[in-house]
């Protein structure tokens, strides 16, 4: 079956520095999605990408959806302490439910 | 908006009974995943229910298994609990599959 990998699994950063995680599928995907769980909490939607190469931003944070539509990034300018959290990949696997990466957990230290 | 709902917060449960876990889901989404999350874990998809049908599910075993309601609310049923089903159970819910909501999810611990 398909296969998100996300990496890294853990980032540690100091306030203010940035912050990327990489998402790979072993198949070409419709759509991948991202959601941010922040600790004790449930996964919140973030964003959807949909067509090749696309990149969409907001405010702090870059997603990109490759070319091949088999990877995707997240990058946060400048953290703060609110972006504290797991971060998730998703991608459905043709007309099927969401398939998750492990996720990176993101700690900031202030 | 109401959001997706999920009820009980918590569940203590004892190696072997059933657990039922609810979930209610954003108005007008007629489509309902679950989804399994043991600590430190990823989410893992256990069932799709869509339409009041079973569309999928994931690798887990009979004892795993639900329902959806006319009103699309639905229903997780957990059969001869062992401990490690110890997780946090989440429901989510969607139109047409983009953006999933997730609710608060239920945490059940076996014992």
């Known amino acids: 079956g398909q296969q998100v990998m996300q990496i890294p699994q853990y980032q540690h950063v100091q306030e203010g520095e940035d912050f990327t995680t990489y998402c790979n599928s072993s198949t070409t995907l419709s759509n991948i999605q991202w959601y941010k769980q922040r600790p004790g909490g449930h996964p919140v939607f973030l964003i959807q990408?949909?067509?090749?190469?696309e990149v969409k931003k907001q405010k702090r944070l870059t997603f990109q959806f490759g070319e091949a539509k088999k990877n995707s990034s997240l990058h946060i300018t400048a953290t703060q302490t609110t972006d504290v959290g797991t971060y998730f990949c998703?991608?459905?696997?043709?007309?099927?439910?969401?398939?998750f990466g492990k996720g990176t957990r993101l700690s900031v230290i202030a | 908006e109401a959001g997706v709902t999920q009820s009980p917060t918590h569940l203590i449960k004892t190696r072997g009974q059933q657990a039922t876990l609810r979930c209610s889901p954003i108005?007008?989404?007629?489509?309902v995943y679950w989804y399994q999350q043991a600590l430190g874990l990823g989410l893992q998809f256990l069932l799709w229910?869509?339409?009041?049908?079973?569309?999928n599910r994931g690798n887990f075993p009979p004892r795993f298994s639900g329902r959806q309601f006319p009103n699309y609310s639905s229903e997780l049923n957990v059969n001869a609990l062992e401990l490690e089903d110890s997780a946090l159970y989440l429901c989510?819910?969607?139109?047409?599959?983009?953006?999933?909501?997730f609710g608060s999810g239920t945490r059940l611990t076996v014992v």
């Open positions: 998703a991608g459905p696997p043709g007309n099927t439910p969401l398939v």
């Open positions: 108005s007008g989404h007629t489509s």
């Open positions: 990408l949909v067509k090749s190469g």
């Open positions: 989510a819910s969607s139109l047409g599959g983009a953006g999933y909501t």
């Open positions: 229910y869509d339409e009041g049908e079973e569309r």
